[in-house]
């Protein structure tokens, strides 16, 4: 049986009720976009269903401690469509009597679950770390960001309490949408992909505070007195900052 499904957390957690609901457990989930077209004669078709979901979601949270059950949304983050399979196989087995199955580090399932599971919290923590705002003429404090996994959402109430007196957005270039903060509700927003290339460019597009220029000359001097040359390790350097983020950090511009 295939589960054709709009790939989102709460199209996955539908799919888990619907396998109860038709005692459906042997499974493969797939994308709708994947099936346009296809001929199978065991399809079907998952409506994402609100409801359903959060029975789901709560059952979780009564037979799982709330950090665990909260893993399998983080895992579903890393974006990945084998993690996504092995979400629903490990919920079905979690709900059937086995609330021991991720500690079986035995079966590969709960390897490669918390193997994705380490990727996003480390992808999280960096994106804490590397986060850099620019302040646009309007007071708003703007970053860019390409994290490899759809992180936002787990960075949002770090940001909302360490900034909480400053409107700021946070922008995924990756996956074209963002975070925004405006002194009282956090809320996602999605740009046209002009209003995208301002944000990428903003001395060539908007009007960047005058400010802003003196800001990225501090993180480059100061960047540039903590970093002794005879203690240079470029790799341990990179281990701990990923040249991919250079682009987005002031101390890193104009440099190699």
Do not use: C
Request: aromatic share 14%; net charge positive; glycine share 2%.
């Amino acid at each position: 049986m295939i589960y054709s499904y709009d790939g989102s957390y709460q199209g996955l957690l539908t799919a888990v009720f619907t396998a109860f609901e038709y005692k459906e457990y042997n499974v493969k989930l797939a994308l709708d976009s994947e099936l346009q077209g296809a001929l199978f004669d065991q399809i079907k078709h998952i409506s994402s269903d609100a409801t359903k979901s959060n029975r789901v979601y709560q059952g979780l949270y009564k037979i799982l401690p709330p950090n665990k059950a909260m893993d399998f949304w983080r895992a579903f983050l890393s974006e990945d469509p084998e993690i996504r399979q092995t979400i629903f196989e490990l919920i079905i087995k979690s709900f059937k009597n086995d609330i021991t199955i991720l500690q079986n580090y035995g079966d590969e399932r709960v390897l490669r679950f918390h193997q994705a599971l380490r990727k996003v919290n480390r992808e999280r923590h960096r994106m804490k770390a590397f986060v850099r705002f620019q302040k646009d003429a309007t007071g708003m404090y703007v970053s860019i960001v390409e994290p490899d996994f759809n992180v936002l959402p787990l960075i949002i109430s770090f940001f909302k309490n360490r900034y909480a007196d400053q409107p700021w957005l946070i922008y995924d270039n990756k996956r074209q949408y963002g975070i925004l903060y405006d002194l009282y509700t956090v809320t996602e927003v999605t740009i046209t992909k002009e209003q995208s290339k301002a944000l990428q460019h903003p001395a060539q597009h908007i009007e960047v505070d005058a400010t802003d220029s003196l800001y990225t000359k501090l993180w480059q001097s100061y960047f540039k007195s903590t970093n002794i040359e005879a203690r240079k390790n470029l790799k341990l350097h990179l281990q701990h900052v990923p040249k991919r983020y250079w682009k987005y950090l002031p101390e890193k511009l104009n440099k190699d």
